[in-house]
């Protein structure tokens, strides 16, 4: 499809468990974010990547929060020792700019529960 | 810093009655600001933006939305509500020097039927 992918849909870990996250942006897309909804709340900024350079990781919640992107289009969101707080759905979006008035096209998101 | 506040976290409407969502908006400079849409099991969808042209934004499927400096208001309406507009609607305003958007908690609309 045309749209940004996300994969899985849906994540259970066990507390202290690693987990991965993937991001397929559209392609031709420089800009990537990622995002963390908790229950109830709106989407809150993890990190930006611009092609495959990191630009802004001020939302990562702590050091056990790792993203990257090494070619510049696939990019993977990493969870060291998950805790329960971490339970949220990860989106990932992308854009064709990095203009404050570009649409970020969002994906489906990756539910993470961990238990 | 520049954030938005949702004035309704649940807005219940009649189909076929207009629709009101409420947004306003904390900035000291000229923000973007945009409405997106989360249906369950679906990625958020762009309904419409602001960037200065036109105080009156017209976005998909029948919403719109008016920027007012004076109230530092962009609320959003429909005139008439559809089954399929039950959703969770969020206002964003994408703050000037940095990367990502700020995102509202999210008015969840009910459509009674």
């Known amino acids: 499809g045309a749209g940004v992918s996300q994969s899985p849909r849906y994540k259970v870990a066990k507390r202290g468990q690693d987990v991965a996250l993937r991001c397929d942006p559209i392609?031709?897309?420089?800009?990537l974010f990622w995002y963390q909804q908790a229950l109830g709340q709106g989407p809150e900024f993890l990190t930006y990547f611009q092609n495959e350079a990191q630009l802004d990781k001020s939302g990562l919640p702590s050091d056990r929060f790792f993203a990257e992107r090494p070619e510049g289009s696939v990019s993977t969101l990493k969870i060291q020792r998950t805790q329960q707080e971490d339970s949220a759905v990860y989106l990932c979006a992308s854009s064709s700019n990095r203009g404050m008035n570009t649409e970020a096209f969002f994906g489906q998101g990756t539910r993470l529960t961990v238990v | 810093a520049q954030s938005v506040t949702q004035l309704d976290s649940h807005v219940s409407v009649s189909e076929g009655t207009p629709v009101l969502l409420r947004c306003n908006y904390s900035?000291?400079?000229?923000?973007?600001l945009f409405w997106y849409v989360q249906h369950p099991n679906k990625g958020l969808q762009l309904l419409l933006k602001y960037t200065s042209a036109a105080t009156l934004v017209k976005g998909i499927n029948g919403f719109e939305a008016e920027f007012k400096k004076s109230e530092t208001s962009f609320h959003l309406t429909k005139p008439s509500a559809h089954m399929s507009d039950a959703a969770e609607y969020f206002c964003v305003v994408s703050p000037q020097g940095a990367d990502g958007l700020t995102f509202g908690k999210g008015t969840h609309l009910i459509i009674q039927p």
């Open positions: 392609s031709g897309h420089v800009s």
């Open positions: 900035s000291s400079y000229s923000p973007s």
